[in-house]
């Protein structure tokens, strides 16, 4: 088994780093092939080219280690903060970039790009996001109305042919004290089990 792991902060000290960590160590301990990427560490860029647009080319060799990792992954977990209801810029560039036609998805023959996409993420058991937040649950749901949920189940691993999705959320970190933020880390460790479990 193979597990893409994805982690947006540019923080080294972040509590999303610990995340990061504790699943990529955890997945390992189930025997598990980890590619695990720190955008910010491995300096990823961005921004799509006008040469990448629309083709399965690019001449950034992260950009096609990413995509060839992505496709043979049965397991995507992604690990960002909460920012302004989005994931941070680095991400959405990943996205961007490497979520994209032909890798994780197509358009049937014919289609100039107004049809339904044929997802080509099918082989992914599991796409699992975690989020970091500060905003309570209540007014993340009844007045944002829970935009990440929207982005990553449906606008990208839905649409990517990804049916099993899962997402945590710790929150509020900034109010949370080293007892808290263990009890989530132990909280990872069992999303991580309980994912691989329900699957193998």
């Known amino acids: 088994m193979k597990a ?37 560490k491995e300096e990823f860029n961005p ?12 001449e950034d060799p992260l950009v096609n280690q990413y995509a060839h990792e992505l496709i043979e992954s049965d397991f995507i977990f992604i690990i960002h903060p909460n920012w302004w209801g989005q994931p941070p810029a680095i991400l959405k560039g990943y996205i961007d970039r490497v979520i994209r036609p032909p890798h994780a998805y197509g358009l049937p023959p014919g289609d100039a790009g107004g049809g339904i996409p ?33 982005i990553w189940g449906k606008c990208v691993f839905g649409f990517c042919g990804i049916e099993n999705y899962r997402r945590e959320i710790f929150r509020i970190v900034a109010d949370s004290d080293l007892e808290l933020r263990t009890h989530w880390l132990s909280q990872a460790e069992y999303l991580v089990e309980n994912v691989i479990k329900s699957i193998v």
């Not at 921004?47 to 690019?58: A, I, K, P």
């Not at 649950?137 to 944002?144: L, P, V």
């Open 118 to 150: 044929e997802g080509r993420l099918k082989g992914c058991r599991c796409a699992v996001v975690i989020n970091t937040s500060n905003t309570g649950k209540e007014r993340e749901e009844n007045y944002f109305g829970d935009p990440l949920d929207k």
């Open 47 to 58: 921004v799509l080219t006008v040469r990448e647009l629309g083709t399965d080319f690019s």
């Open 4 to 40: 893409t792991v994805i982690l947006a902060h540019p923080y080294e000290k972040s509590f999303n780093h610990a995340i990061y960590q504790t699943v990529c160590h955890r997945l390992d301990n189930f025997g598990v092939r980890v590619y695990g990427h720190d955008l910010y």
